[in-house]
């Protein structure tokens, strides 16, 4: 009889109590908007939040890149950087400085 009157069991007697417990645990784990799904879901939000800013950082440089090319001599400029186009009167040198030269080649 000692075990009935224990204070540890004493509140469990209450059937507020016992239903309290139940529905806290039922909306914790169980329940289709359970604490567990809603955690999903925040985490998926916070990864969608951050690549919209990382694709929106992608959006600015393409719109400079275009704006850079909509001139004349954007566009020369990023041929020669780029593709080594020249003019029919011209040599490209292309020189390579000892930070630029791939470290295989200096294995070798």
């Known amino acids: 009889m000692t075990l009935f009157n224990s204070k540890y069991i004493k509140p469990f007697k209450n ?23 809603h ?3 925040n985490t998926d939000i916070e990864e969608l939040e951050y690549q919209k800013e990382h694709y929106k950082n992608e959006m600015a440089k393409d719109n400079k890149a275009i704006k850079e090319l909509s001139t004349e001599e954007g ?7 780029n593709y ?5 009167n011209e040599d490209i040198y ?7 030269i791939a ?6």
């Open 39 to 41: 955690h999903e879901l």
């Open 84 to 88: 080594y186009m020249k003019k029919s």
């Open 103 to 108: 470290k295989q080649k200096q294995n070798e």
């Open 94 to 100: 292309i020189i390579e400085y000892e930070d630029s």
């Open 15 to 37: 059937i507020y109590a016992i239903v309290l417990i139940v529905f806290v645990v039922w909306m914790m784990f169980f329940d289709a908007h359970s604490w567990l799904f």
């Open 75 to 81: 566009i020369e400029r990023t041929a020669r950087e």
